[in-house]
């Protein structure tokens, strides 16, 4: 090694560049370390990052005015062409602060970008501004399971795509046949409450490992029955290979109980219910003010059902009456199970919709009653928000309870899905990404390159056009 005294040529050859730094500054006789540049990537490496293709590429565009945004946004339209897509998403996300007035344009590539930003820029589109306030993880129950859930999503994201396959890898041997085979072939198999629960925790649980990967972290956890578990396996209350065993054990132990229950949702508060049951018949969930389900035998059910003639009502579509008298008989083995794992205190912490209360500490019990109990997640929800928490992320192959967090808390929330069962997974999600930036949420990296899975040294970044209204 030799000491640079004055400016030369650095030819390259064939041995790698090194560079002595001075912490006393860019030159002196003194080196405090030594970079060496990394070795190549692999020729194939590169070719298989450069394949990644994600449907739904986000620009963010933020500033201390909303005029501010707009002549940004002019400004961008016109200085990225013949720019990658992906590279100006990484640029614009990881170079730049968010400021107070936000917007987001999402397009499939940088031709579909710069018209949504053309949008924005003449006024068409109006930029949010970020607030504070705190975020919620929404685990979903059971219903919304759907055949194919997750797949496409697997084909754009490699986080997702890892993460399903271990939590679906620690089910073997606690389940008859591969989980992600009948989660992508087997429609039949998916509606049964011995399948749909494993399927959905696994759903659930790579889920929050690719928010996690885009730096969208939750301040507070909320659990819809069977996906309590998913909050708590997240939050460090149970190891991955002891909520898949207490999943399984759920699952398997529901499914062996007799049919010929029934759930019924209506539109009635619980005031309105609560005087008309009969035995035989719970009230299973309270979803928001105005939203009850009931749950029993059929005959007890229908016999409620009668006296609403006026509410609105539909009967679910189930293998069994969950939340019940009918689930008794499974509840001294599940707790024998549930006994046999361990349990930590929670990392992040949970709101029960078995208490409507925060947890400190889980037990066999819990989960035991949590079976048994009625799902109070609009006393959950109300917590929450008394909390602080102003948006509110649902985690599940389906919106199925956003409606229900909107109603509860009103207007004043962000409440968005991940996935929708009628909607293209991958956009979908980068949409909800999308939303909880504009709103404020820190996702660090994630409304950019890093969420096309490429690997974040392989894309290169951009020098952006500014306005005085913008700063690093």
């Known amino acids: 090694m030799e000491l640079l005294t004055q400016l030369r040529e650095w030819p390259r050859d064939e041995r790698p560049r090194r560079a002595g730094v001075s912490s006393f500054g860019v030159s002196g006789t003194n080196a405090h370390i030594i970079l060496e540049e990394a070795p190549p990537a692999p ?256 005959a007890a059910v229908e016999t409620v059902a009668a006296a609403l003639p006026d509410h609105q009502g539909h009967w679910l579509e189930v293998s069994h009456a969950f939340h019940s008298a009918l689930m008794d008989p499974m509840l001294a083995e599940f707790t024998e199970v549930a006994a046999t794992v361990e349990y930590a205190r929670p990392r992040v912490p949970i709101v029960s919709t078995l208490t409507g209360e925060q947890v400190e500490e889980f037990s066999a019990a819990y989960w035991t009653d949590q079976v048994r109990g009625t799902v109070l997640f609009a006393d959950a929800i109300t917590r929450l928000k008394a909390l602080g928490v102003a948006r509110f992320v649902e985690l599940g192959p389906d919106a199925t309870l956003m409606a229900a967090v909107e109603e509860t808390c009103g207007d004043d929330v962000l409440a968005v899905p991940v996935l929708h069962r009628k909607r293209p997974e991958a956009a979908t999600a980068v949409t909800a990404l999308a939303h909880l930036w504009a709103d404020g949420a820190e996702a660090g990296a994630a409304v950019a390159g890093r969420s096309s899975g490429r690997r974040p040294d392989r894309v290169s970044r951009h020098r952006v056009p500014r306005t005085r209204s913008v700063r690093r």
């Open 43 to 298: 020729e194939e490496e590169v070719a298989a990052d450069s394949t990644i293709v994600l449907p739904t590429v986000p620009w963010v565009v933020s500033a201390k005015t909303a005029s501010g945004v707009a002549a940004q946004a002019a400004r961008l339209a016109s200085g990225v062409v013949g720019l990658d897509a992906v590279d100006v998403g990484l640029s614009l996300a990881t170079t730049r602060s968010g400021l107070e007035h936000r917007a987001v344009v999402l397009g499939g590539d940088a031709e579909e970008l710069r018209t949504q930003l053309a949008a924005l820029a003449a006024g068409e589109r109006v930029p949010g501004m970020a607030r504070s306030g705190l975020t919620g993880f929404v685990f979903a129950g059971q219903g919304g399971q759907r055949l194919g859930m997750g797949r496409e999503l697997a084909e754009s994201f490699p986080v997702f795509a890892a993460a399903l396959d271990e939590v679906c890898a620690h089910f073997n041997g606690l389940l008859d046949r591969p989980l992600l085979d009948v989660m992508f072939t087997d429609d039949e198999a998916l509606g049964q409450t011995g399948w749909a629960q494993p399927a959905l925790f696994a759903v659930e649980v790579a889920l929050f490992r690719l928010l996690e990967s885009w730096g969208v972290k939750p301040d507070y956890l909320v659990g819809h029955s069977v996906g309590e578990l998913a909050a708590a396996h997240v939050s460090g209350v149970l190891s991955l290979a002891d909520a898949c065993k207490l999943v399984a054990a759920r699952a398997r132990l529901m499914q062996a109980l007799p049919g010929g229950g029934a759930m019924w949702a209506v539109r009635a508060t619980v005031d309105e219910v609560t005087p008309l049951l009969v035995e035989g018949v719970s009230v299973a969930a309270v979803n928001a003010p105005g939203q009850v389900v009931l749950s029993g035998t059929r």
